[in-house]
């Protein structure tokens, strides 16, 4: 056994071992960079699944977590708190127009559960409307409307609504499956797990226009994509299209745990009191970091230095065994001639961070939202070095 697997084999002992863990333990970060006990620093381009959106240790994100934990670590909804108020109203601005109210909650599943939920309440049908190769989350409805997972992980004996799945881009089919049975229609603007396979503006809108003529809702699953990762605020503003119903979390706290679902004043006014609930959702800390990362994207122009610096990878970075670039922001796919996880593992040697995806060609790029050219230049020299000898 080598120092790198004891290092693994020490933080497995009481775990379930449901994950295959690289060989790198971090014990801090600063910026875009890891570190672990005895000072290797490795550059994150990963960024814990798109959640550490401000990177690592980010000055004004720490002190409002502290700050807030140390006036008040919790309260309920039972409870006003001017701090859930603020936050709401920041995450309502920062996102699509019309979607002025929100609902917090702790996760991307939950919040894909409660917008499903108000989908199919709402309408009172029975369908869902779901993509190939989708990634919606682990929870009964969410994972319902996950492409395979009734196939490999889901677990339980039945879904709790019909699902139609969906070929990606096939206009035509589309049409056919959303009809007066559709509750709701469930896309993510980039499938991130799949690869980082970005839809086009036209399909967008040929998925609002299917809600529209089946009076169905549309349901933008911004998990991954939102909170800047496009570059733009959400994908729906990206392409200009109007969802019902938005969810996003990952990058939201910046790595505090929270996910909420952004709807129209209409849909919120429908609402009586205990149709949604949650505990932990809201929270004032989550709150604190959610409005605090909305405040740095803006202050510090990171949708701009987003958009400059994917356009760098996408001009530098096909080199060594990448072939292409796909996807947007950074939620970037790298396709690569060899195994994406050999790729994965050789940038890893050279202290890269990066991830592989359902499409066993693509590397995974999710790096904190400030990465500069800089570390593009890195990416690029040491995918540069990578030779078919060295994979
Ligand atoms: C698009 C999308 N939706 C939902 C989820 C589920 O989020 P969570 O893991 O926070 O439940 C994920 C997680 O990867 C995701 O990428």
Redesign the pocket.
């Known amino acids: 056994m080598n120092a790198a697997t004891n290092e693994i084999a020490a933080v497995h002992a009481h775990l379930n071992e449901v994950y295959p863990m690289l060989p790198f333990t971090p014990v801090k970060g600063s910026g875009v960079w890891l570190e672990n006990a005895a000072g290797r620093r490795i550059l994150d381009l990963y960024g814990g699944?798109a959640v550490a959106a401000l990177g690592y240790g980010h000055p004004r994100l720490s002190e409002a977590i502290a700050r807030q934990a140390r006036d008040l670590v919790f309260q309920t909804n039972a409870l006003p708190l001017k701090v859930r108020d603020e936050a709401a109203e920041a995450l309502a601005a920062f996102g699509p127009p019309g979607l002025g109210r929100v609902f917090f909650v702790n996760?991307?599943?939950?919040a894909?559960e409660n917008a499903l939920r108000l989908a199919l309440k709402i309408t009172g049908r029975p369908k869902i409307v779901a993509f190939e190769h989708s990634?919606?989350?682990?929870t009964a409805a969410?994972a319902a409307v996950t492409w395979g997972a009734q196939q490999s992980w889901y677990g339980f004996p039945r879904t709790p609504f019909d699902v139609q799945f969906v070929a990606r881009g096939d206009v035509a089919a589309l049409n056919a499956a959303v009809d007066s049975s559709t509750a709701g229609v469930i896309i993510?603007p980039v499938q991130?797990?799949a690869g980082a396979f970005d839809f086009s503006t036209e399909f967008m809108h040929a998925v609002r226009a299917a809600c529209d003529r089946a009076g169905a809702l549309l349901i933008i699953?911004e998990?991954?994509t939102g909170m800047g990762r496009l570059g733009e605020a959400f994908g729906a503003q990206l392409h200009r299209v109007r969802p019902d119903l938005l969810t996003v979390?990952?990058g939201l706290g910046g790595g505090f745990p929270c996910?909420a679902v952004l709807m129209p004043h209409e849909i919120a006014r429908s609402l009586k009191p205990g149709a949604l609930g949650t505990t932990f959702g809201g929270g004032p800390v989550a709150c604190a970091a959610i409005k605090t990362v909305i405040d740095v994207i803006h202050d510090d122009g990171l949708l701009a230095q987003v958009r400059e610096v994917s356009a760098l990878v996408r001009a530098k970075c096909i080199v060594g065994p990448v072939e292409s670039v796909q996807g947007r922001g950074f939620l970037l796919g790298l396709r690569t001639r060899p195994k994406a996880a050999a790729v994965r593992d050789a940038l890893l040697a050279k202290d890269i961070l990066a991830g592989t995806s359902a499409d066993p060609h693509v590397l995974r790029l999710l790096p904190p939202l400030i990465l500069t050219a800089e570390h593009v230049q890195r990416l690029s020299q040491a995918l540069e070095e990578l030779t078919d000898a060295t994979l």
């Open positions: 699944h996760s991307g599943a939950e894909n990634f919606h989350g682990r969410a993510e991130g797990l699953d998990v991954q979390a990952k996910g």
